[in-house]
């Protein structure tokens, strides 16, 4: 196809290509990408990918089927990512100290460190999706959701028991924070709820207690959830929630 000169009209044919390539062009699939994909469909990790289920700018996320069920496909933009605020949160975190310093390695990095810390979520044992294959900008998890649908955020749906949705979260924060992680984007946004109980998904950006700001990260993930928790009816006090998740030991919060 010819390439468009500055304000020179085009046929009415080429007007309609030219506008087709550029809605492919900003579409996800890159044909890195696609390569990528297609590599995971021979694997046999997937059969298809079926639709997105979110489009951001930092990333997209498909559902994608299986021989026996569904998967998550999240996939990183490269051109928009801000890979700046991405080596932010690197800091300190010796998986990560000896990165390359360019947009692709610091994406390519950011999608194994999720991959990563969703290990470490299944470890101990906290509800969100199990990883399952990473490849450069692209991360395949557990589906959450029901019958192929997806499941909604709390943002979206709420809950009915926001009392014991609460516990349950202030619950992964403290065992988080034990085994020295901080989730770091912890928000209504990031929780799906499933079959009545919380999911945390959106653990790019989770970081080790050596991280410089880890403990400032904390104080934010704790205020936003009480913050969202009591318009929903349910109040606790920051500092006592705060005091309860950083003792080490086993106090029940009251
Ligand atoms: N494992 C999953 N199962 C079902 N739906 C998912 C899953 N992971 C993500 N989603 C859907 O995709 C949306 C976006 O996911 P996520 O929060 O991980 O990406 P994001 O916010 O675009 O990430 P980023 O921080 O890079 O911008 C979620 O709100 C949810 O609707
Ligand atoms: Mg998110």
């Known amino acids: 196809m010819a390439r468009r000169l500055w304000k020179r009209k085009l046929p009415a044919r080429e007007e309609k290509q030219y506008k087709e390539k550029r809605k492919l062009e900003s579409a996800v699939f890159d044909v890195k990408t696609l390569q990528l994909l297609s590599n995971f469909i021979k694997k046999k990790i997937v059969k298809s990918i079926d639709y997105p ?3 951001g700018k930092e990333a997209d996320v498909f559902r994608a089927s299986t021989e026996t069920g569904y998967l998550a496909v999240k996939i990183y933009r490269i051109e928009t990512s801000n890979f700046l605020k ?4 690197m800091l300190g975190d010796p998986r990560f100290s000896n990165m390359k310093k360019n947009k692709w390695d610091v994406v390519f990095a950011w999608t194994k460190k999720e991959f990563r810390n969703l290990s470490l979520f299944e470890e101990f044992g906290i509800n969100a999706p199990r990883p399952i294959a990473f490849k450069k900008n692209v991360l395949i998890m557990d589906f959450i959701g029901e019958e192929g649908v997806p499941d909604s955020t709390l943002k979206q749906m709420g809950t009915e028991t926001p009392e014991k949705t609460l516990e349950s979260l202030l619950g992964f924060v403290k065992k988080l924070y034990k085994n020295s992680l901080v989730h770091a984007d912890l ?3 990031n ?3 499933h079959m009545g109980e919380p999911y945390i998904i959106d653990v790019g950006q989770a970081v080790l207690l050596n991280h410089p700001k880890a403990e400032e990260f904390l104080e934010r993930d ?3 959830l009480l913050k969202y928790f009591k318009n929903h009816g349910v109040t606790k006090d920051e500092g ?3 005091k309860w998740v950083r ?3 086993e106090v029940t919060l009251t």
């Open 247 to 249: 003792d080490r030991g």
């Open 86 to 89: 991405m080596q932010d949160y």
């Open 191 to 193: 929780i799906l709820m």
């Open 240 to 242: 006592e929630v705060l």
């Open 53 to 55: 289920m979110a489009t």
């Open 222 to 224: 704790v205020r936003t």
């Open 187 to 189: 928000s209504e946004y």
